[in-house]
């Protein structure tokens, strides 16, 4: 039996969330001291001008062509939902055009970012398989509205951090590494199900049944 995920698409979900924290890790380092991870978001490091500006502007690349290697080749879930998924890579790519101020805001890396934390945010309930009764628990209706219900309030209280300086910093790395866990989460299960569909026994063949006579019997 054929894999539902191919390879691929599983080496791109592994990756995504070790290049996003090995490079937000060692940009901190180049950032030096005066940088607070806690209170100043990870845009700083990704910042024109910055030390890690070189290093981040390359994760981003390589973490948004992972989703949408990903969307590729995630076949058991649902149209919308890979392409939702296919788009928040697209916006993560994006950010490498518009990249944040050392200081201050930007409109369009705000915009491209909230673009992008709203299609990683809704692709796990779009991708669920509604219609699908053996479908893998990543995409099973239930446990894909928990992953964007999680998703989507983290992305609010980030917006919330920002407003109020509650260690926005911190939020947005949990934030991020939630919607790069979970792609590979959902690629894991759809090859779990498959190997457990793999060593589930045959069912019992169904003995031959023979013509009957009238009243179901038989014929001598």
């Given at each position: ?16 969330p ?100 709203v299609?990683?945010?809704a ?7 509604r ?90």
């Amino acid at each position: 039996m054929r894999r539902p995920v191919p390879w691929w698409a599983l080496l791109s979900a592994g990756c995504a969330p070790v290049v996003l924290v090995t490079a937000w890790g060692v940009a901190e380092v180049l950032q030096g001291d005066g940088y607070d991870p806690a209170r100043k978001t990870i845009s700083v490091l990704a910042s024109y001008g910055a030390p890690g500006y070189w290093l981040m502007t390359a994760a981003l690349l390589v973490l948004g062509a992972c989703y949408v290697t990903i969307a590729c080749g995630l076949f058991p879930a649902a149209l919308a939902g890979r392409a939702a998924l296919a788009g928040g890579g697209v916006a993560a790519m994006g950010l490498t055009l518009a990249p944040a101020p050392p200081r201050g805001g930007d409109l369009g890396h705000g915009a491209v970012a909230t673009i992008g934390f709203v299609l990683l945010a809704a692709w796990p309930v779009l991708a669920a398989e509604r219609h699908e009764p053996h479908a893998p628990w990543g995409l099973r209706p239930h446990v894909a509205a928990w992953a964007t219900a999680v998703m989507a309030a983290g992305a609010v209280f980030f917006l919330l951090s920002l407003l109020r300086g509650w260690a926005p910093g911190a939020v947005e790395r949990a934030l991020t590494f939630a919607q790069a866990l979970w792609p590979l989460l959902v690629v894991l299960s759809c090859d779990r199900d498959t190997v457990r569909v793999r060593r589930s026994p045959p069912a019992p063949p169904t003995p031959p049944q023979g013509p009957r006579g009238r009243g179901g019997r038989r014929p001598m």
